[in-house]
């Protein structure tokens, strides 16, 4: 269908419209010079080519759809305000915190705050909040009766929650190969296995492997088992009355993907189980384990100044990361271009199909970059930190470290890692497996008196909740405002006095949500209060209820 046209194309279609005054007889014959003519004196070249032009345009009745514009630009011209030989440039400010511009903040605030010796280090006071109804404590019920006839079998990632509430037998839980992170690793590589059995002992039946038997019926192919395709965040319920059924039936299913697949508003009873699968039962294998251990015991002697107190971060700066949050820092045409042949080794097209805009300036404004080096000891300074301080720093291979991680150094002299920490021969088992050295990482954080957790992910949220577990429900945490980060680090004109001030607010915030109880749709992973805890002045045990 087409647009109705206001310029008549056949002479009877539509009435023509009056004749331009310009082409009447009166102007056509005998034209007299006057307020309209181009030819006055006084005008420049520039003046009778506008109006000659315009005269022209105006013969054919097309124009009259282009009049508004031409009009305009005509006058412009006759006024003198737009000149041929010059094209005025628009220059658009980017808004605030947009642009990455730490480096000059640091190199602003450098002076002040290396002489600023105003307060105690925030290692010894931190930590001032208390929960109004006391500290928590675990309390997660171990039933002593044994199980009944299992219902079945489920080949499953992660769910001894599902598998207890449908009375299955668990097979060990399996980790899928990452395209990124490259690590074969198996559950007992990471994991003490007969200790998680033994733990969910008269709880969930757990297993190493499918019976002959059953694995006969699939030609000893799990992939040919049935799958089920959950959708994300479904309810027990679900698992009731559509996953049960089949399992009687099967006697063996399949549940993949799993991640995100069992709703956190869930019954007492599957709350309880997925407390002490979590809580209690994961434990890192015994090699990992010491490890982890022994490096704990050499940061608390390091700190031994501040009585054993360390701060541990975790720093998402590695490559696949800056590549993958699409931000721009201060790398120039080198950093785009390694982080371009990042994307397409991890996320082949992903972040180059058709209609894909990528707006680095609205991702940081929206707090979604990850923190750099230098951004982390600004912000620590700022809370109150001393150089002094000894901070322990978990993280994969740093993107550029050799610049990136200079003025954290130069902040904060004495940081530790886990490659300065051990020996070569201590760390040559779990070198090149990703999880195992993760897992070394979160023994040492979860022991600090401080964590500061600089993005998101699976490390950050299990750690809080682990922290909060052990620590009387305080997750001793500081969790930084990036969206008011983004800000500051944009304003290369901040004092010191104010930017400490702001620093010193987000850190008494992150105390004041130490304590947190669990919301209807919060994680219990993150959040084990009340759930998995009870408060110390209390004996009632919320998690009490046996498992269905």
Same mark, same amino acid.
């Given at each position: 269908?087409?647009?109705?046209?206001?310029?008549?194309?056949?002479?009877?279609?539509?009435?023509?419209?009056?004749?331009?005054?310009?082409?009447?007889?009166?102007?056509?014959?005998?034209?007299?010079?006057?307020?309209?003519?181009?030819?006055?004196?006084?005008?420049?070249?520039?003046?009778?080519?506008?109006?000659?032009?315009?005269?022209?345009?105006?013969?054919?009745?097309?124009?009259?759809?282009?009049?508004?514009?031409?009009?305009?630009?005509?006058?412009?011209?006759?006024?003198?305000?737009?000149?041929?030989?010059?094209?005025?440039?628009?220059?658009?400010?980017?808004?605030?915190?947009?642009?990455?511009?730490?480096?000059?903040?640091?190199?602003?605030?450098?002076?002040?705050?290396?002489?600023?010796?105003?307060?105690?280090?925030?290692?010894?006071?931190?930590?001032?909040?208390?929960?109004?109804?006391?500290?928590?404590?675990?309390?997660?019920?171990?039933?002593?009766?044994?199980?009944?006839?299992?219902?079945?079998?489920?080949?499953?990632?992660?769910?001894?929650?599902?598998?207890?509430?449908?009375?299955?037998?668990?097979?060990?839980?399996?980790?899928?190969?990452?395209?990124?992170?490259?690590?074969?690793?198996?559950?007992?590589?990471?994991?003490?296995?007969?200790?998680?059995?033994?733990?969910?002992?008269?709880?969930?039946?757990?297993?190493?492997?499918?019976?002959?038997?059953?694995?006969?019926?699939?030609?000893?192919?799990?992939?040919?088992?049935?799958?089920?395709?959950?959708?994300?965040?479904?309810?027990?319920?679900?698992?009731?009355?559509?996953?049960?059924?089949?399992?009687?039936?099967?006697?063996?299913?399949?549940?993949?993907?799993?991640?995100?697949?069992?709703?956190?508003?869930?019954?007492?009873?599957?709350?309880?189980?997925?407390?002490?699968?979590?809580?209690?039962?994961?434990?890192?294998?015994?090699?990992?384990?010491?490890?982890?251990?022994?490096?704990?015991?050499?940061?608390?002697?390091?700190?031994?100044?501040?009585?054993?107190?360390?701060?541990?971060?975790?720093?998402?700066?590695?490559?696949?990361?800056?590549?993958?949050?699409?931000?721009?820092?201060?790398?120039?045409?080198?950093?785009?271009?390694?982080?371009?042949?990042?994307?397409?080794?991890?996320?082949?097209?992903?972040?180059?199909?058709?209609?894909?805009?990528?707006?680095?300036?609205?991702?940081?404004?929206?707090?979604?970059?990850?923190?750099?080096?230098?951004?982390?000891?600004?912000? !620590?300074?700022? &809370?109150?930190?001393?150089?002094? *301080?000894?901070?322990? +720093? =978990? @993280?994969?291979?740093?993107?550029?470290?050799? #610049?990136?991680?200079?003025? !954290?150094?130069? &902040?904060?002299?004495?940081?530790? *890692?886990?490659?300065? +920490? =051990? @020996?070569?021969?201590?760390?040559?088992?779990? #070198?090149?497996?990703?999880?195992?050295?993760?897992?070394?990482?979160?023994?040492?954080?979860?022991?600090?008196?401080?964590?500061?957790?600089?993005?998101?992910?699976?490390?950050?949220?299990?750690?809080?909740?682990?922290?909060?577990?052990?620590?009387?429900?305080?997750?001793?945490?500081?969790?930084?405002?990036?969206?008011?980060?983004?800000?500051?680090?944009?304003?290369?004109?901040?004092?010191?006095?104010?930017?400490?001030?702001?620093?010193?607010?987000?850190?008494?915030?992150?105390?004041?949500?130490?304590?947190?109880?669990?919301?209807?749709?919060?994680?219990?992973?993150?959040?084990?209060?009340?759930?998995?805890?009870?408060?110390?002045?209390?004996?009632?045990?919320?998690?009490?209820?046996?498992?269905?």
């Amino acid at each position: 269908m087409h647009a109705k046209n206001r310029i008549s194309s056949s002479g009877h279609s539509t009435p023509s419209p009056p004749a331009s005054p310009l082409r009447s007889p009166r102007y056509r014959h005998g034209r007299k010079p006057g307020r309209f003519s181009p030819f006055q004196p006084g005008r420049t070249v520039a003046h009778h080519v506008a109006w000659l032009l315009l005269s022209v345009l105006l013969r054919r009745q097309g124009i009259f759809l282009f009049a508004p514009l031409i009009y305009i630009s005509g006058r412009l011209i006759y006024m003198g305000t737009v000149s041929f030989d010059v094209v005025p440039l628009v220059k658009h400010r980017p808004a605030p915190g947009s642009v990455y511009r730490s480096p000059q903040v640091y190199e602003k605030l450098k002076i002040e705050m290396n002489e600023d010796c105003s307060s105690a280090d925030a290692i010894l006071t931190i930590w001032k909040n208390s929960y109004k109804g006391g500290e928590w404590r675990p309390c997660v019920s171990k039933p002593s009766e044994g199980l009944p006839e299992s219902n079945g079998y489920i080949y499953i990632c992660n769910a001894v929650a599902v598998a207890g509430y449908l009375n299955a037998t668990l097979l060990i839980p399996n980790f899928h190969f990452h395209s990124i992170w490259r690590d074969p690793s198996k559950f007992k590589d990471i994991y003490d296995e007969d200790y998680f059995i033994s733990a969910l002992e008269n709880n969930v039946q757990v297993v190493d492997k499918i019976p002959e038997y059953i694995m006969e019926r699939f030609d000893h192919n799990l992939t040919n088992v049935y799958n089920f395709k959950i959708k994300a965040w479904s309810s027990i319920q679900y698992y009731r009355d559509e996953v049960l059924p089949k399992l009687l039936e099967e006697k063996i299913i399949r549940i993949s993907p799993f991640a995100n697949r069992l709703s956190f508003d869930a019954p007492p009873a599957v709350q309880r189980l997925r407390c002490l699968a979590n809580y209690e039962a994961l434990r890192f294998s015994s090699t990992i384990l010491s490890l982890g251990e022994t490096l704990v015991a050499r940061m608390k002697k390091l700190s031994a100044n501040t009585g054993g107190k360390y701060v541990s971060v975790h720093l998402r700066f590695e490559e696949d990361m800056v590549a993958f949050s699409c931000c721009v820092f201060d790398g120039g045409e080198q950093e785009k271009e390694d982080m371009k042949n990042a994307r397409e080794r991890g996320w082949k097209g992903k972040f180059t199909k058709p209609g894909r805009v990528i707006r680095p300036g609205a991702i940081r404004i929206n707090g979604k970059c990850p923190l750099t080096p230098l951004e982390v000891g600004l912000m !620590l300074r700022g &809370m109150g930190f001393g150089n002094n *301080t000894y901070i322990f +720093l =978990a @993280s994969g291979k740093i993107y550029n470290a050799e #610049k990136t991680m200079a003025p !954290l150094l130069d &902040m904060f002299p004495n940081l530790q *890692t886990k490659q300065m +920490l =051990a @020996s070569e021969e201590e760390l040559a088992p779990y #070198k090149n497996f990703s999880s195992r050295m993760a897992a070394i990482d979160y023994t040492v954080c979860l022991h600090s008196e401080v964590f500061v957790t600089t993005q998101g992910g699976n490390f950050p949220h299990f750690l809080m909740g682990h922290r909060r577990y052990l620590f009387g429900g305080h997750s001793k945490t500081i969790r930084p405002d990036k969206r008011k980060l983004a800000l500051l680090f944009d304003n290369p004109n901040i004092g010191w006095k104010s930017f400490k001030r702001q620093m010193l607010n987000m850190r008494s915030h992150s105390d004041s949500k130490g304590f947190e109880l669990k919301k209807l749709v919060d994680s219990i992973y993150t959040f084990p209060c009340p759930d998995c805890m009870c408060r110390t002045n209390k004996s009632t045990n919320p998690g009490s209820s046996s498992a269905i």
